[in-house]
């Protein structure tokens, strides 16, 4: 897979909207949809994602890359066919007062992204941007070897996607770190150490590898 240069993303809300503004500004060609048509969402992307195109769902999808921003319980309209062979970044995650008590992501065999990747069986999808709060996106992008620069975790069953989405995590202005599998990303669901806090590539790799020898 050769580097991406054109983002799709679903979903116009906060994190939609904050990696959008990044990718815009990495040099991305950036469109982004939502269920409703391209013109009702036009001058929410152009004041919230400056240099962005509003587009129908279509179009999103002939994307390099897909980004996956919408509340999770609505995982199952994602429409299969409309990605299929594409490389998915499922940053979604399960807020049960939100969501709703959905009993496939309660399986503690399954990480949520299995259950995504489940849907998106046409799909390759990868996990990340997840454990990163919308108003932090902005606030903590740094250029590459910054002191302070913040590390994200990247997890997926296929290797060549996880490394297609690692550049584009570094041209955001993070350091990706290997996470390991889609099942492996439970280490930095919700709730989680690597979750509630920020920290750098070094800090990352041990919390990662610690939870794995545990």
């Known amino acids: 897979m050769s580097e991406p240069r054109s983002i799709g ?9 904050a990696i959008g503004r990044l990718a815009v500004n990495a040099g991305y060609t950036v469109k982004i949809a939502t269920a409703r048509p391209a013109e009702e969402i036009k001058l929410l992307t152009e004041i ?3 240099g962005a195109q509003a587009v129908d769902a279509e179009e999103v999808a002939q994307a390099d890359l897909i980004i996956v921003a919408i509340p999770l319980r609505k995982y199952k309209e994602l429409d299969t066919d409309l990605l299929a062979g594409k490389v998915v970044v499922d940053v979604m995650n399960y807020w049960e ?3 709703g008590e959905l009993a496939e992501f309660d399986d503690p065999d399954l990480t949520s992204s ?5 849907h998106l069986h046409k799909s390759t999808v990868v996990r990340s941007l997840n454990h990163i709060g919308y108003h932090d996106m902005d606030e903590d992008s740094r250029t590459p070897g910054a002191s ?3 590390a994200l975790a990247v997890a997926a069953d296929d290797d060549e996607a996880k490394a297609l989405v690692a550049k584009f995590i570094d041209a955001l202005g993070f350091d990706p770190v290997d996470a390991g599998t889609l099942h492996d990303a439970a280490l930095f669901n919700n709730g989680t150490e690597i979750f509630t806090g920020s920290h750098n590539k070094d800090q990352m790799k041990a919390l990662l590898s610690a939870k794995v020898e545990a």
């Open 48 to 50: 919230m994602v400056p």
């Open 114 to 118: 299995q259950v995504v990747a489940n």
């Open 148 to 150: 302070d620069r913040r």
């Open 9 to 17: 993303i679903l979903g116009a809300g906060k994190v939609g909207t």
């Open 97 to 99: 007062p939100t969501d």
